[in-house]
């Protein structure tokens, strides 16, 4: 089936650093989420972004996350700068809104913040 | 709050048992419903998906039970096999699609013993 992509798929830094997630959705998608899930726990949403734009966030998507997919490429979660509380497993989706709206979620990328 | 909460945490059946993953809500305003599963160190996957208008959906060897008005769910998994091992995730979105944010379960380990 479609896939949705994710790099890196594990990455450790220093708080206060900043650190960016990559997803490479599935071709011809138009609609994008971040979820995250901290171990033991269930997974959460972040944001959807939609032609360009954020359409929904949760409290979780604090001000020093933001979401951004320039020109097409990767779709994009930035941290800066980071906090322990940050460390968890994020997931991307994306979606469309023809021939089905299922969210294809990617692998994860799991962020430890030391 | 947790809005969507899963029973049992863990479950572990003989092959060709039928297993069966509870599941229910909070917000009335949930009006779809996917079931998603999970393998280790992959995304999960959208395995069979109810809107509230329905109070049945099977598909293949998997049938969610809804009943609305106790706000509550079941994922059945008709003859299990060893492959079905995986963690499920129950989750609800409003709007009657899956373009919106899904809440999701803690989910349900499922062992499927030979």
């Known amino acids: 089936g479609p896939k949705v992509l994710q790099i890196p798929s594990h990455q450790i830094i220093d708080m206060g650093q900043m650190v960016t997630l990559n997803c490479d959705p599935v071709s011809n998608h138009l609609y994008f989420y971040w979820y995250k899930q901290i171990l033991g726990q269930q997974m959460e949403f972040l944001v959807n972004f939609y032609n360009g734009k954020v359409m929904e966030k949760s409290k979780l998507f604090k001000d020093q996350f933001s979401v951004e997919r320039p020109d097409g490429s990767y779709f994009t979660l930035k941290i800066q700068p980071t906090a322990l509380e940050d460390s968890a497993v994020y997931f991307c989706?994306?979606?469309?809104?023809?021939?089905?709206?299922?969210?294809?979620f990617g692998p994860g990328t799991r962020l430890t913040v030391l | 709050q947790q809005q969507v909460r899963q029973s049992p945490q863990s479950l572990t059946v003989w092959e060709g048992e039928t297993a069966i993953l509870n599941c229910s809500y909070e917000n009335s305003a949930f009006d779809y419903f996917p079931w998603y599963q999970q393998f280790p160190g992959e995304g999960p996957a959208l395995l069979i998906a109810i809107r509230s208008v329905s109070d049945k959906k099977e598909d293949g060897g998997f049938t969610i039970f809804f009943n609305k008005r106790e706000k509550n769910l079941s994922l059945h998994i008709k003859d299990s096999q060893p492959g079905d091992s995986a963690t499920y995730f129950c989750?609800?979105?409003?709007?009657?699609?899956?373009?919106?944010?899904?809440?999701f379960g803690a989910g349900t380990q499922l062992i499927v013993i030979p």
């Open positions: 989750a609800a979105s409003e709007g009657g699609s899956a373009l919106g944010r899904l809440h």
């Open positions: 989706a994306s979606s469309s809104d023809w021939g089905g709206d299922e969210q294809y």
